[in-house]
């Protein structure tokens, strides 16, 4: 019997989503940080799910809040990853009927916080009983972009200079996984100062792991200057590359952009670490690999 940690996350995915049943409808479908369906001739629809489990995202005794705020700023920093705003989120609650109920309400006054910030509306979902003790909270979010605007993982170039925006590493024994911000606002910024990337997403699993996915969806290779990484204080590259849950937007932009985006203000930093190549890619020490990590 071949097991999921045999074949590891992205073995997985590839062999379930070209099965996966699809319609007219829908213009981006698997693979990318959301799916984009037709809305109107101004908009695109985004759709994103996403979930948090004790003991994989976060600990037992973590603040209920901070859970709730990151369950469902996972998936805003998605949304984002394309370019877009986020809008309605429907949730899902696996929890063990021996929990407190102040945890469950300590989580939704996360989720609400959230919600209030980026204009979402909570429009319903789920409660279930979990068997055994633990908690679990599944979002699927929509969203909307401009039609046809939606900034894909596949769709740099060779020669693109390659971005990122913040700071990487030490997410986890910060607790910046916890209380990050979805960078919806940089995106936008972009976009309005007609600097949309080439290719876009964000950074959960670490740039280690992140970034071969996008050069591969691109059908590139890539290189990176690894003493160019913008790191948190006392991080070293290594933390930078594979700690994973930065959830800052890993961006590539063909190089005549460049220099625009050197002298634009924008509301978050933005850092150029290398580029994509026409193949080739830098061996980088892996970030977190679901299945087999």
Not at 31 to 53: I, P
Request: negative net charge.
């Amino acid at each position: 019997m071949e097991t999921l940690s045999q074949l590891g996350e992205d073995a997985v995915l590839r062999r379930l989503l070209p099965h996966l049943t699809t319609n007219g409808s829908l213009l981006v479908g698997a693979g990318d940080d959301c799916a984009v369906a037709a809305r109107d001739a101004e908009w695109d629809t985004l759709l994103k799910t996403d979930a948090v489990v004790e003991g994989v995202h976060f600990t037992r005794g973590t603040e209920p809040e901070r859970i709730g705020r990151k369950a469902l700023a996972r998936a805003v920093s998605d949304v984002a990853a394309m370019g877009g705003i986020p809008e309605h989120a429907l949730v899902t609650l696996l929890v063990h009927p021996q929990r407190a109920v102040e945890l469950v309400e300590g989580i939704y006054r996360g989720l609400e916080r959230l919600a209030a910030e980026f204009g979402i509306s909570l429009a319903g979902g789920e409660t279930t009983a979990l068997p055994h003790d633990g908690l679990a909270i599944s979002v699927a979010l929509t969203g909307r972009v401009e039609h046809g605007k939606a900034v894909l993982r596949s769709s740099g170039r060779p020669g693109d200079i390659l971005y990122v925006s913040g700071r990487l590493g030490g997410s986890f024994k910060s607790g910046r996984h916890l209380d990050f911000t979805p960078r919806v606002e940089l995106a936008r910024a972009l976009a309005e100062r007609g600097l949309r990337p080439s290719a876009m997403m964000d950074l959960s699993d670490g740039l280690g792991t992140d970034l071969p996915r996008l050069a591969a969806a691109s059908r590139c290779g890539f290189a990176v200057d690894e003493s160019a990484l913008p790191l948190h204080d006392g991080c070293t590259p290594r933390q930078g590359i594979c700690d994973g849950e930065d959830y800052e937007l890993l961006m590539s932009f063909p190089p005549e952009l460049a220099e625009k985006l050197s002298a634009a203000t924008l509301p978050t930093p933005v850092t150029r670490i290398g580029e994509l190549t026409a193949q080739g890619a830098q061996n980088l020490p892996s970030g977190w690999l679901h299945f087999t990590a």
